[in-house]
T-cell receptor, first 115, second 116 residues
Framework: AQSVTQLDSQVPVFEEAPVELRCNYS??????LFWYVQYPNQGLQLLLK??????LVKGINGFEAEFNKSQTSFHLRKPSVHISDTAEYFC?????????????FGAGTTVTVRA | SQTIHQWPATLVQPVGSPLSLECTVE??????LYWYRQAAGRGLQLLFY??????ISSEVPQNLSASRPQDRQFILSSKKLLLSDSGFYLC???????????????FGPGTRLTVL
């Protein structure tokens, strides 16, 4: 099974500043990659996903992520954050060859945007 | 479009009492269904998943069980709750089919369970 490491548990950032959330996964086999956002007391919402094709993936709310196979990374970025981006962010991975349809999640990164 | 419902939204139960949480999906057929738990300060833990009616796979041995009595209904149960069962329970679904799309999971709003 894949293991997913989100390198930062907490990321404080000022409004309108850029943010990068780092995600690394364990296996070099073909994978599918996802980023989810969770606002307080809500379920997870899909931000973006990489299945194939271009390694730069654009998602909702101005977020984008870049898949780097050699570094087994899928870092999430936003050039200018808003107060409303305060949330917890989860990186998730599934194996291309897996038949169990399960995702491996990272521990999450809490982003706090300050004015 | 597809929607997923969970109820109740919040629940406070005494230790030793039974539990039933319900999840239903609309707008899709034969979805894969999942139950997750988020305990305070911990990540997402997959509890059960189902690829069809009556087909349940358990990920973690514990005092919880799951059932899928209908195609788009997934129920999480317990006969006797423990303090450690407190947490935020999330239901999710995915569409079986092409690799990649079947791995994309969509989450419900969650149920906050407090066991006292």
């Amino acid at each position: 099974a894949q293991s997913v490491t989100q390198l930062d548990s907490q990321v404080p950032v000022f409004e309108e500043a850029p943010v990068e959330l780092r995600c690394n996964y364990s296996s070099s086999v073909s994978v599918y990659l996802f980023w989810y956002v969770q606002y307080p007391n809500q379920g997870l919402q899909l931000l973006l996903k990489y299945l194939s094709g271009s390694t730069l993936v654009k998602g909702i709310n101005g977020f984008e992520a870049e898949f780097n196979k050699s570094q087994t990374s899928f870092h999430l970025r936003k050039p200018s954050v808003h107060i409303s981006d305060t949330a917890e962010y989860f990186c998730a991975v599934s194996d291309f060859f897996s038949n169990d349809y399960k995702l491996s999640f990272g521990a999450g990164t809490t982003v706090t945007v300050r004015a | 479009s597809q929607t997923i419902h969970q109820w109740p939204a919040t629940l406070v139960q005494p230790v030793g009492s039974p539990l039933s949480l319900e999840c239903t999906v609309e707008g899709t057929s034969n979805p894969n269904l999942y139950w997750y738990r988020q305990a305070a300060g911990r990540g997402l833990q997959l509890l059960f998943y189902s690829v069809g009616i009556g087909q349940i796979s358990s990920e973690v041995p514990q005092n919880l069980s799951a059932s899928r009595p209908q195609d788009r209904q997934f129920i999480l149960s317990s006969k006797k709750l423990l303090l450690s069962d407190s947490g935020f329970y999330l239901c999710a679904w995915s569409v079986p089919g092409l690799a990649g799309e079947r791995d994309t999971q969509y989450f419900g709003p969650g149920t906050r369970l407090t066991v006292l």
